[in-house]
């Protein structure tokens, strides 16, 4: 059946959150007799409509404008996940200012006139490291997350302590736009402890949460993902599975309405894996198939964002792959909130189906393209040491999640260097999570990563220093490895099959503290041959006011960009992506301050021709204007219809840094 074959039109104009106020009666699931099961909101019939948007992945200055354009293609609700590790970096330690306003962001979408279902974990996947839960759980060995371990849930219990006072006014009895919370997140997949989820049922319901429960599994889990009280949903991307699971629910639920939590818009993807697409007419396809059977949806993602900073997760089945920057997901809107085929085609099937006119559709954002950055100033690695605070001394390596930094609380994101001496060649072998880079002194010799667990030290003369640069890519977010996640060095360093001592270790976590250390007078111009790792700084002047734009840099391998002091992610010239997104929203008029840490190819090129103040081997940052790109394999799935690729290329290679 569809839309022209329905017998009426959608009316919820008068079921929104500024417009409806008697709310004595929630979303609540309906079983008229001899009629399909459905939900009512107030006493009224509704479906709903959702679109995922994550605030903490869009710079808040866009939040308007991504959530106006959720509303404009007929939707009723957003849909957000709350990372835990960004909310409580530090045990006991909160943080819900700019851009993780989590209400701001919640009471936004009640003055667009959307409700909002949110998705508080403590385990929420989305593709951010270790599934949104904090790595300094990880400092207790025997952490047994999402489990009734109590180490565990007295950390959910303080964290839901704090975050659940903030939700409960938010909910719709109290006012609010939340109509509905989800329990914890595809736990059927994991089902560790048949006790963990009536635990996170009781531990919401007695901090005050009163509006609808849900649950949310993937085809892996549905079958053991059911709670009692609470409303099982599916996630799901093609329309066979819909009918499958749809079949499922109908078994276990009886008559209780139908809701597809996540389906799938598009796909993340991961380093040196391919861009994922998923062609809009079969989206549309299946959104018409889900609504056809009387099902809510939610679109997952209907905008994306971006992984700034480390946030990213990764995987780790057969082999670990961690997840790019861009979080585009080839989503409803791009990466920068610009509109998608499958965009116009929703907002025409949405608009099919509703009794009144859409909203207008919203202008685009401007984006523009500035003249190339070159770097004119430079800082190695080993130069920055010892501007940085004392390193750790330990008789044996420690992992990053362990060492006695941030008040106790180990190092969540980054790059941690080991140090020690040794006085002979040999092999070096041990574990390394995720990417360790071995120096002799100064001089790379290797890698030791999943795969190459061991390098040939070259001879040595004497007591020489040996160094590991080890970079955490992102932890594992899904699967039942993720107890297994801390990073480092993990266990001992053999040379020789001998374990080294006596470690210097640097926590490199990259935070805005950690560069404020590097005074201008520290910084050198870039000399015809940099040593590596290094930092290197540029300027981009603006005389007008600042647009969105993406950083491209040619010729550059490995690492990450800071502008501002804003950390915008990692690069990898692997792709698939192949730019950075610059939201104008964290540039100046003026001068804007552009950093990277970075390293050569190897073998490192020789010094060419090049342009003053260009890098030797390496092109300038290139900004460039989002643009159609006709027929490019990392575009949207209509050739030339989204902006310039999703990407990062950062200022930082194989062995660098960031600034």
Known sequence: MGPRARSSLFNWSHLTPLELEDRAAGLEPQSPGGRKPCFTLGGHKFQVFGGSIHYFRVPRAYWGDRLRKLKACGF????????????????????????????????????????????????????????????????????????????????????????????????????????????????????????????????????????????????????????????????????????????????????????????????????????????????LKTVSAILDAGSSINLYMFHGGTNFGFINGAMHFHEYKSDVTSYDYDAVLTEAGDYTAKYFKLRDFFGSLSGVPLPPQPSLLPKIAYEPVRPNLYLSLWDALQHMEEPVSSEKPVNMENLPVNDGNGQSFGYTLYETTIASSGVLSGLVRDRGQVFVNTVSVGFLDYERKKIVIPLVQGYTRLRILVENRGRVNYGDNIDDQRKGLIGNIYLNDAPLKKFRIYSLDMRKSFFQRFSVDKWSPIPEAPTFPAFFLGALSISLSPFDTFMKLEGWEKGVVFINGQNLGRYWNIGPQETLYLPGAWLDQGINQVGAPAAPSLPWASPLSQLPGEIPGHGPCRLVRAGNLSGCPLCADDPGSRPFPRGSLLWLQDRALLL
Not at 81 to 93: A, I, S, T
Not at 132 to 143: A, C, E, I, R
Not at 201 to 212: N, S
């Open 76 to 283: 009723n609700t957003v849909t957000t996940y709350v990372p835990w590790n960004l909310h409580e970096p530090e045990r006991g330690k909160f943080d819900f200012s700019g851009n993780l306003d989590m209400e701001a962001f919640v009471l936004l979408a009640a003055e667009m006139g959307l409700w909002v279902i949110l998705r508080p974990g403590p385990y929420i996947c989305s593709e951010i490291d270790l599934g949104g839960l904090p790595s300094w759980l990880l400092q207790d060995s025997g952490m047994r997350l999402r489990t009734t371990y109590k180490g565990f849930t007295e950390a959910v219990d303080l964290y839901f302590d704090h975050l659940m006072a903030r939700v409960v006014p938010l909910q719709y009895k109290h006012g609010g736009p939340i109509i509905a919370v989800q329990v914890e997140n595809e736990y059927g997949s994991y089902n560790k402890d048949p006790a963990y989820m009536p635990y996170i049922k009781k531990a919401l319901e007695d901090r005050g949460i009163v509006e609808l429960l849900l649950t949310s599994d993937n085809k892996d889990g549905l079958q053991k993902g059911v709670l009692d009280g609470a409303l099982a949903t599916i996630n799901l991307q093609s329309q066979h599975e819909l009918q499958l699971l749809t079949n499922f629910l109908v078994s276990v639920q009886r008559v209780q309405p139908r809701m597809v939590m996540e389906y799938w818009t598009g796909w993340f993807d991961s380093w040196g894996g391919p861009h994922n697409i998923l062609d809009s007419s079969e989206v």
